[in-house]
């Protein structure tokens, strides 16, 4: 996708992108676009921006954020300035003044582009204005705090003259991303940009939006129930957030807030993919890391202190990704994936089971179901006390496998139905058996003889799990 589209002096139009840190060029003069190729051969997110002399200056990211120079005229392109790894605190950003020139700010100085050369300076002038309408006035969304995007407020500097516009318009609805059983036996949810809370009650069917739940912008990555009160953290940045249903709704962050945004879980943290509510009285999350960095922690905060506290290395360069609370053994288990933040490649080849003693604070035991599996992605503690997960690899068929905490062996590897195992899609129902979804099917999983019968069978149906209230499953598609 598109990252920055910049025009440059003869309306030529510049797009950067995310994926390849590719950039491509576009003539509305011809309606012609020309791919120009990858700007970096590692990173995959390219910014450009038009220089005066004629070359485009990439802002590449993430992982070593730096800037490269392409003359459009010889198709020549060159890293200049610092390149520092995000990881051992190195940032740059390309910055455009007042009068056109391109500058870098980074953590190594402050440098001046002259074609392709950076020319070291001690400050940087002041950034240029952000683009105005033809009559000078400003233009932005002043509901935009609140995620709703319907009013525009129009202000012009000179004049001091502003108004209100209200855009009325009726959206396609917004993407899916969590389903969650509330601690009130309501199903709770988060759409996808804009961050909205949605509940449904089973009982009336009514289905109500709640609105804002988090200063995060994205999407609910994870949930849990503790003392009656629903937790929920958020990308970006893993900020946690705390609601009792019980209450009125009041979005904020002032300790009377419900929902009540409570903060990051810690510096690191971004994509909180799993949550565990219970040890310790804490609520517990596993998380990929922040853009261009490796390392995703293992979390925790107590609601009785509001104190925060994070485990950053216990994973090496993978991410802990799945959890169970193990009650009997007093530990946590933590799956793994070898993918680190967005932006970076794997620097591990295979995911990981570990055993964690929460009192104690270290690693009980550690090991892997399959020596191809690169993601474990769900974990449930079976009613016979056994740990269940599911696991994948590129080019290899995804796979259940169970774990004796006791005895700490694995035993068979069970192959899943087709369609690869969705992130936390297992969940024990009141009848005793295990549950489960692929993308294309809905399973049961009996503990005692580990047989799975497919329930609903059908091509990429099932892309949110969702959990069982009553006798009804729950599910959603994107």
Known sequence: ????????????????????????????????????????????????????????????????????????????????????????????????????????????????????????????????PPPTLSDGSTASFSDAACQQYRTIAVSHPATDDARTLTVDYNAA?????????????????????PLHLFRHEPESGAMNDLGQCSTATGEVYSMGNLDGKLYMCSYPAAKLSTFDPSQPYNFGTEPDSNPRDVGRMDEASYRPRAMVTGPLGRVWTAAVPDYGIWGGPLSWFDPETEQFGTYCDIAGDASCWSLAWLEEQEAIAVGTTIMGGSGTQPRVEKASLFLWDYKDEQKLWEGTPDEVATSINALLCGPDGRLYGTAYGEGTPPELFVFDPRARTFGPLIPLPPGSPLDGGLQTGSDGMIYGFTRSCLYRLNPDDLTITEIIREHDAFQIPGPIIGRTIYFAKV
């Open 1 to 128: 996708f598109p990252c920055r589209i910049d025009e440059d002096a003869g309306g030529v139009l510049w797009i950067g992108c995310y994926g390849s840190a590719g950039l491509t060029s576009y003539d509305p003069a011809t309606a012609t676009f020309t791919r120009h190729g990858h700007m970096d051969d590692v990173d995959m997110y390219c910014y450009p921006l038009a220089a005066l002399d004629g070359t485009i200056a990439c802002d590449i990211k993430m992982t070593v954020p730096h800037v490269v120079v392409f003359d459009p005229a010889t198709g020549i392109r060159r890293a200049v300035g610092p390149m520092v790894p995000k990881e051992d605190g190195g940032n740059a950003a390309l910055v455009r003044t007042t009068d056109g020139t391109l500058y870098i700010q980074s953590s190594e100085g402050n440098f001046r582009l002259e074609g392709f050369d950076a020319i070291q300076v001690d400050e940087i002038p002041e950034p240029e």
């Open 173 to 193: 609805g917004s993407s899916l991303f969590l389903l969650h059983r509330g601690p009130d036996d309501n199903l709770y949810g988060s759409s996808i940009l």
